[in-house]
């Protein structure tokens, strides 16, 4: 099992650009997450899903959207990038609640 | 939204140093993770402690869940520059819930 899988790994925006994050998880998981990660700082919650058709809101959910149409798949939606989204962004994924296994991340940079 | 604070927030040790680092809340959690991260990978998970004065240990490592199930501590043993990492705690507030994240603590360890 290649777990969770997150494209891409680098990118550069320039403000006012958009863009989707890719997670592919093959673990069969119902949830799925998306955090993200300030220098130094713990992991804040963007959106989360618990099956596929469903998702919600978490801590710091301006400025993105996401959607699942599959179990496997959970795509994270920059629209208007702006300087306050640069950031690491990591893919989770769980069976229920418990475990949440993470992708390498991504590390973005809006400029 | 329920606050987990970690502490210390950096912490830098000698090799064969024994430490111990808390994450605390004013808030109950029916379960809480700890999860280690190194530089340019995700978060992975260490332990879940889910009863109120458990105690479990992974070779060097000793996580407790305090009795009220509000706080927690990791304490480690004759550590080793292999220990160094960010160490994040994590609570659900009930089972099923989605886990919030405190802040890390940094912890690096000198041969």
């Known amino acids: 099992n290649a777990g969770v899988t997150q494209t891409p790994k680098f990118r550069i925006l320039k403000i006012g650009q958009s863009m989707t994050l890719q997670c592919t998880q093959d673990?069969?998981?119902?949830?799925m997450y998306w955090y993200r990660q300030d220098p130094g700082m713990g992991l804040k919650l963007i959106y989360y899903?618990?099956?596929?058709?469903?998702?919600d809101k978490g801590e710091v959910p301006n400025g993105y959207n996401v959607s699942r149409s599959t179990t496997e798949d959970f795509p994270l939606r920059l629209e208007l990038a702006a300087p306050s989204q640069t950031s690491v962004y990591f893919c989770?994924?769980?069976?229920?609640?418990?475990?949440?296994?993470f992708g390498p991340g991504t590390r973005l940079t809006v400029l | 939204t329920q606050l987990l604070e970690q502490s210390p927030q950096f912490l830098s040790i000698q090799e064969g140093e024994n430490l111990t680092v808390y994450c605390n809340s004013s808030?109950?959690?029916?379960?809480l993770q700890w999860y280690r991260q190194e530089p340019g990978e995700g978060p992975v998970l260490l332990v879940t402690?889910?009863?109120?004065?458990e105690v479990k240990k992974l070779k060097r490592l000793t996580f407790q869940f305090g009795d009220a199930r509000k706080d927690s501590s990791l304490h480690i043993t004759a550590a080793q520059p292999g220990d160094t990492g960010l160490y994040l705690c994590?609570?659900?507030?009930?089972?099923?819930?989605?886990?919030?994240f405190g802040e890390g603590t940094q912890l690096t360890v000198n041969p």
């Open positions: 673990m069969n998981h119902n949830y």
């Open positions: 994590a609570g659900a507030e009930t089972s099923g819930s989605r886990l919030t």
């Open positions: 808030s109950v959690f029916s379960s």
């Open positions: 989770a994924s769980s069976y229920s609640s418990g475990e949440q296994y």
């Open positions: 899903s618990v099956g596929a058709g469903i998702t």
């Open positions: 402690v889910v009863t109120g004065g």
